[in-house]
């Protein structure tokens, strides 16, 4: 089968179209044949050799994909071949057939197209597992998106305004604010001309943050927080070492969570997998929370895409389609 390989960690131009054995599903694992694979930053990452798999894991790169169960290997009951689903993958998306544990599988939602799925199982599950596994984010609380145009945080809005919440987010440029806030978000930040800290505060500050950033945020983020708010850090585009003000938490009686999906183990994806299907699927199906795909490039063009993420230069989710 064709798939993406890396000849060496480096560059995108490093990614290239190999012939490669077809996989074969284990116990409990279903074969996809893969419609669409969705690029994350994490992929750019691994391709530079700064985020290896999970042990166990395909070396091939891609955590996420949709298509159609080829086929179901030992002890798989609850999917049948021919129907098209989503998933979750630890690895082996960008290739066109690609296993998994059959309960990190889902069925395409009602109302999307199988290639657009593809944009779904990563933002879906990392915006359930955080603020709601993790945050607690309730009706009427508010909630600071960092990356508010990004493939989480376009999706982030959504889940959090059909949940009631309220949503203020960043961005840099005038044209991502604008599409947040046709996404529904209520106060949007342009972080170039603006302090999201001190628009944050004029609002009474945030009950919960899913910061993307990471360590060059992290004082500012900590000021941000209303009484009893809770930081949740999933990226660290700007630095991994910080110093917090340990005073200023407690003042708030504020939590810090650094959460990551890729490297949980099967059973603790599989129950966000289940509860994602369980909460945002109807979302989905209703129409208020739809996949938001800034580009497409044949899987050939891998390199091209992600060049493209790299940049900035793009909203929502880029797809490599098969």
Not at 137 to 157: D, F, K, N, R, Y
Not at 209 to 215: F, V
Not at 220 to 227: D, I, R
Not at 236 to 258: D, W
Request: one cysteine or more; proline letters at 6%; hydrophobic letters at 45%.
């Amino acid at each position: 089968m064709r798939a993406i390989t890396v000849t060496e960690f480096g560059p995108p131009e490093n990614l290239v179209v190999t012939e490669v054995d077809k996989p074969r599903p284990g116990p409990g694992e279903v074969l996809i044949k893969v419609a669409a694979a969705g690029v994350n930053r994490a992929d750019l990452l691994q391709r530079q050799g700064n985020y290896p798999p999970p042990p166990g894991a395909s070396d091939i790169i891609g955590m996420e994909a949709s298509g159609t169960v080829d086929e179901l290997g030992p002890d798989v009951d609850s999917w049948s071949a021919g129907e098209q689903v989503c998933a979750l993958l630890a690895g082996g998306g960008y290739a066109e057939y690609v296993t998994v544990p059959a309960g990190h599988v889902m069925p395409v939602p009602d109302g999307v197209d199988v290639v657009d799925a593809a944009a779904l199982p990563e933002v879906a599950c990392t915006v359930l597992s955080n603020l709601k596994r993790t945050a607690h984010l309730q009706p009427g609380e508010l909630v600071l998106l960092h990356g508010g145009a990004s493939g989480i945080g376009t999706h982030a809005i959504q889940w959090a305004k059909e949940l009631g919440a309220t949503v203020a987010v960043t961005a840099g440029s005038a044209d991502k604010l604008e599409l947040c806030s046709d996404l529904g978000a209520d106060i949007t930040i342009n972080y170039h001309d603006e302090d999201f800290l001190e628009v944050t505060k004029s609002h009474g500050g945030a009950d919960v943050i899913l910061d993307i950033i990471g360590a060059k945020y992290l004082s500012s983020n900590v000021s941000a927080l209303a009484k009893d708010g809770r930081l949740v850090v999933i990226g660290m585009q700007g630095g991994v070492k910080a110093e917090v003000n340990l005073g200023a938490l407690l003042a708030k009686r504020g939590t810090i969570h650094a959460t990551a999906l890729r490297g949980r183990d099967s059973e603790d994806k599989a129950a966000i997998v289940a509860d994602t299907v369980a909460t945002t699927w109807p979302m989905i199906a209703a129409g208020k929370v739809k996949p938001v795909v800034g580009a497409r490039f044949p899987v050939e063009d891998a390199a091209k895409a992600h060049t493209l993420l790299d940049s900035g230069k793009v909203t929502g989710k880029i797809l490599l389609t098969l």
